[in-house]
């Protein structure tokens, strides 16, 4: 996973064990996972400069909105995590598991709403007539949708038991796509991108997964337990 898309989730799961009289089956068990999604580092800073274009001519005064820079920040806020894992227990300590989890951020667009509203708002004509030209900006969300393998070890005391695992696989982060709507005078809205953009834009952006988590778990009855599971 690049820079750019880095996710912490702190997550809450409910894990179902399946079970049978079939030995093979008793080892394998199934986990379903709601919690949150914090951004970290540039994935969550909020920056409006460099997201600011001069219309390639440096003297212009206007300075319009180009897109978020990612790598400047991606101002990504508080989201979710829904996930599922199938693990099998290798040994009593040990397991293995396969993985799927989609992470959904908000991104916050209130900076560079603010910057237009205080600096590019009020615009003077050719004829030195003074008006304003109110913006909004909106943004599709992140979401990034991951598959990864794991293998862990887990120590059991009593009904508690205390788990780590480091897991590797793909990550596809969904390209965030904004629209900025003008009133000047009538409404006109701006899409990114922009259907005359002579270059393809993707909309999804593959990366390599990696990372560790940790865990806690607490087992309510033979087949149910729930556990507090953090990921990196």
């Given at each position: 996973?690049?820079?750019?898309?880095?996710?912490?989730?702190l997550?809450?799961?409910?894990?179902?064990?399946?079970f049978?009289?079939?030995?093979?089956?008793?080892?394998?068990?199934?986990?379903?996972?709601?919690?949150?999604?914090?951004?970290?580092?540039?994935?969550?800073?909020?920056?409006?400069?460099?997201?600011?274009?001069?219309?390639?001519?440096?003297?212009?005064?206007?300075?319009e909105?180009?897109?978020?820079?990612?790598?400047?920040?991606?101002?990504?806020?508080?989201?979710?995590?829904?996930?599922?894992?199938?693990?099998y227990?290798?040994?009593?300590?040990?397991?293995?598991?396969?993985?799927?989890?989609?992470?959904?951020?908000?991104?916050?667009?209130?900076?560079?709403?603010?910057?237009?509203?205080?600096?590019?708002?009020?615009?003077?004509?050719?004829?030195?007539?003074?008006?304003?030209?109110?913006?909004?900006?909106?943004?599709?969300?992140?979401?990034?949708?991951?598959?990864?393998?794991?293998?862990?070890?887990?120590?059991?005391?009593a009904?508690?038991?205390?788990?780590?695992?480091v897991?590797?696989?793909?990550n596809?982060?969904?390209?965030?796509?904004?629209?900025?709507?003008?009133?000047?005078?009538?409404?006109?809205t701006?899409?990114?991108?922009?259907?005359?953009?002579?270059?393809?834009?993707?909309?999804?952006?593959?990366?390599?997964?990696?990372?560790?988590?940790?865990?806690?778990?607490?087992?309510i009855?033979?087949?149910?337990?729930i556990?507090?599971?953090?990921?990196t």
């Open positions: 996973m690049n820079k750019n898309s880095l996710l912490l989730g997550c809450c799961f409910m894990t179902i064990a399946c049978s009289q079939q030995k093979f089956l008793n080892k394998l068990e199934l986990e379903v996972e709601i919690g949150a999604s914090i951004p970290m580092g540039l994935f969550s800073k909020s920056v409006v400069e460099p997201s600011l274009d001069q219309n390639f001519n440096p003297e212009n005064q206007y300075r909105f180009r897109g978020f820079v990612k790598q400047e920040g991606g101002q990504a806020q508080l989201g979710s995590n829904l996930g599922v894992t199938l693990a227990a290798i040994s009593p300590s040990f397991y293995f598991s396969l993985n799927y989890s989609r992470f959904t951020n908000p991104i916050d667009a209130s900076p560079q709403e603010n910057y237009f509203a205080a600096n590019l708002q009020n615009r003077t004509d050719s004829f030195g007539n003074e008006f304003q030209i109110f913006g909004s900006l909106e943004s599709d969300n992140y979401q990034a949708n991951g598959w990864h393998s794991g293998f862990g070890y887990r120590k059991v005391i009904t508690w038991s205390f788990f780590g695992e897991y590797l696989g793909v596809q982060l969904i390209f965030p796509f904004y629209t900025w709507t003008f009133d000047s005078p009538g409404p006109t701006i899409l990114r991108p922009a259907p005359f953009a002579g270059s393809p834009v993707p909309d999804k952006l593959p990366a390599f997964l990696y990372g560790m988590g940790l865990g806690l778990e607490k087992s009855s033979d087949r149910i337990s556990n507090l599971k953090f990921n």
